[in-house]
């Protein structure tokens, strides 16, 4: 049996603006995510995860910053071209485990919503889907409130 397993890690700042966007999900916040997509933070994570696993290089590889086609863009869509190449080598989707890094928002309350929107979009069952949070304990730039970290795992097994 091929089981696979890819990590991803992605970090945006925070600056000027009134929410924030998270696995799809848009949250009120006094910060918003700079980026030169929609910066969702988590999602590119996801999405690293799940290239990586079947050694498909990284989110920038596929959609580069410097494409001014991705200026704005949906995560959603580097999600969706994320699982169409893990489908089209052969593989399953097994699970996604996604931690977001960050003192605020508080994460906890989008989470069940962050996890519909990601088994949605990965066409896996809500119990595949695994969104935490954690702070720094007010260390660094993600607990001085600058930026949001975000670290997910992917599980694919050949088909």
Do not use: Y
């Not at 009134?18 to 988590?42: E, F, Q, Y």
């Not at 989470?111 to 954690?134: F, Y």
């Amino acid at each position: 049996m091929d089981i696979r397993t890819g990590n991803g890690f992605d970090v945006h700042a925070l600056g000027a603006g009134d929410h924030v966007i998270l696995n799809g999900i848009k949250i009120p916040h006094n910060k918003s995510m700079i980026g030169h997509s929609d910066a969702d933070v988590a999602m590119h994570a996801i999405t690293d995860a799940l290239f990586g696993a079947v050694a498909q290089g990284d989110i920038g590889r596929w959609f580069p910053p410097s494409d001014p086609q991705w200026k704005g863009a949906s995560s959603d869509i580097f999600l969706r071209k994320a699982v169409e190449t893990v489908r089209d080598l052969g593989f399953q989707i097994s699970n996604v485990d996604c931690t977001i890094i960050c003192e605020m928002p508080k994460i906890t309350p989008h989470a069940p919503a962050m996890r519909e929107n990601i088994a949605g979009i990965l066409n896996i069952d809500l119990d595949r889907v695994s969104i935490k949070a954690t702070t720094s304990e007010k260390l660094g730039f993600t607990g001085r409130n600058e930026g949001i970290a975000t670290l997910a795992t992917a599980t694919v097994i050949k088909q």
